[in-house]
């Protein structure tokens, strides 16, 4: 009887050790704006992601960790991607960046194309060569409307499509957020709101919008 | 030989009198910014739309009037109709502008969406007061690109929009050359170019474009 | 005794009437945007204007309207003023507007320097057309600091010298806000702060900026 | 003969080698914008500023490396300071920079001031943390009126406010160029002019302009 309860002890250390050997718990940094600010809140997109995680994918192992800050673009991300990533030492790397820098451009202060591209491409490399893993989203919406008259639509089609084309270029996955949503709301936004259906103010996300972010990045992240 | 004579001549003055009591020359005004100013000029739309009442149009009697200064937004097109529209006597005016209220918000003196409104619908009311007639025309485009990617184009849509509900809600005719356009552009600009289909400079007529705008302007036209 | 007292009341009221055709009512109409819509209120500039006008000036018979319109341009004002400025027959109108044509260019929608002045002009014609007699008014700030790090300082100044130089052009009176507000400014605001000397908010009057521009404006109207 | 031939080689050796311990060259890197781009051009302030310090400076052995490129705001300077400052190791770094960081705000993509400050430090810091002397110069005009009509005034003076806060507070020395250019004009510019007399168009520099930056540059530089 002692015997069997001292070899059921190492057997059970046993696997747990050779479960940490063969799954390795995998840092997630989620780098981005006020939306991934907020992502870490109950209810948050990362939050739900994590549950997901727990739930949907056997065997995970993941360790989400929220990197966002309010009214940031791309050259803010490049800025303090020492401090609030390299040194927490991740896995993977998801950028999700891009509606302050088109948006801000109403009063002023947005980022040309040319040096979103730039920048972005600049965190990239600097990603990459340290081996992190990094995953691409495009910027969802600044508005809601289905009827093609949000303001911002052509710049945040553009800044999309630059997003897009550097993970082709990169070999990366990206997470099409910008055509997600817009297809959402296709289907979902009959009265053509401005905000309401997955954002509450034309850029933050209801709880629909996090669920919704989840479900998506769900798809890229439990590959990994 | 000398009775017949005279006879030809009373009748011919006869058939000239009475030519110009059935069909009285109808003065049609071209209200807008640069692309109307430029309309004027040999192969420019308004050129192009006279030749084409000419030849297409039956009994035609039509005078064709340019009152287009570059850079004009709607409210100044309201400041200055006194004298370069009613104090011609037109019996139709057709309005054409919105393209630089919404494309000089890039540097700060675009026009807001709701006095874009206002002051479009005190244009209609006072030409209505004068018994003119009147027809509204959305602006083209800012930018050709096929692949949702042009900045201006949330706003073009909304903008074009305001004017489509004007034109119902006053009951009059509206030339749709920003659905024209784009449909055009849909078709015929395959490398997702940002000028030289339509536009020579995202803006401004080409030689096609200048035809485009005669064809569908002739189609409002020619029933008045 | 009798008839004394009768002959007085006759007297008195032969003068009362009198002094009524001597001193007709004058009407002063205040045409602007939002800082003139709360004029009107208690405490507002319009309302110690006319206090000072009834206790200060001798004879005085001024009959004071406001006619401010949040948000408005100087376009703004030329679209409303046979409503609201015309329809009221005033004897004088004081035009005070600028800070809008200014401000709003950090969100796309000022108004350019030159059709400022058009409009400007405009307005003053069909005012002067009318035998009105016209005031004019320098927009005084957006921002209060005095070590000349106001964002918008150049363009008020530029607007400001516009609206004087129009005043020297049509001879009229100018009330120099302007010039005050930065005067006061330089000797009550030490500690550089952006508001809360004169204005609440950089743009909208506290008590004191109201009594300021109610001494500047008694200055210019009781000569009227 | 040939003995005094050898020692007199062998003097003229030590005196050079000598004269390489006692003055060893010293590497300056002027790191901005346009203006310095074009400062290494014949005429241009780097260009001035070597013949100054040749001719002026007794026992000079500066070495200036031009790194400047058009278009520049602090936050490009930032992302290429590795590549076109630090490869470099140079023993003093010029900053000029936020005449673009101001007046692209114009078209929407300016810097804010919070971040224009943080870049800034972050550069500073990094220059410091290899013990490279740091110089600050703040940006000069754009615009050169002297009325107080130049549109980014107020912008210039804040943000030029900024680089000497942080001058002050890091203990660096600051080129005042905006104090400097300000000065002149105000003493050389009677007809108001906006560009013409230190610069061509407003922000580059003409001869003047050039000449005044080297003497300037030429007081800051010469004690390093």
């Known amino acids: ?22 799954a390795p718990k995998k840092k997630v940094v989620f780098f981005g704006d006020s939306i991934t600010q907020m992502g870490v809140n109950p209810g948050g997109y990362i939050c739900r992601l994590d549950s997901l995680l727990k739930t949907k994918v056997q065997g995970n192992n993941h360790e989400l960790i929220g990197a966002g800050i309010g009214g940031n673009k791309v050259y803010d991300l490049y800025l303090r991607m020492d401090d609030d990533v390299l040194a927490k030492n991740p896995d993977v790397v998801v950028i999700w960046v891009g509606v302050n820098d088109v948006w801000h451009k109403v009063w002023g202060t947005g980022t040309d194309a040319d040096k979103f591209e730039v920048f972005y491409k600049a965190i990239i490399k600097k990603l990459q060569a340290r081996n992190i893993k990094v995953i691409l989203c495009t910027p969802a919406v600044i508005g809601e409307k289905t009827d093609f008259t949000n303001q911002m639509d052509g710049d945040l089609n553009k800044y999309s499509q630059i997003i897009r084309d550097l993970a082709k270029t990169n070999n990366l996955p990206v997470c099409d957020l910008r055509k997600v949503f817009l297809e ?11 905000f309401g259906i997955l954002t509450t103010d034309k850029v933050h996300l209801t709880d629909k919008g996090n669920e919704l972010v989840a479900e998506e990045m769900l798809k890229v992240i439990a590959g990994f």
């Open 1 to 22: 009887m002692r015997h069997s309860k001292i070899i059921l002890s190492i057997a059970i250390m046993l696997l747990t050790i050779s479960a940490g050997f063969i």
């Open 184 to 194: 959402y709301d296709k289907q979902n936004n009959p009265e053509n709101k401005e």
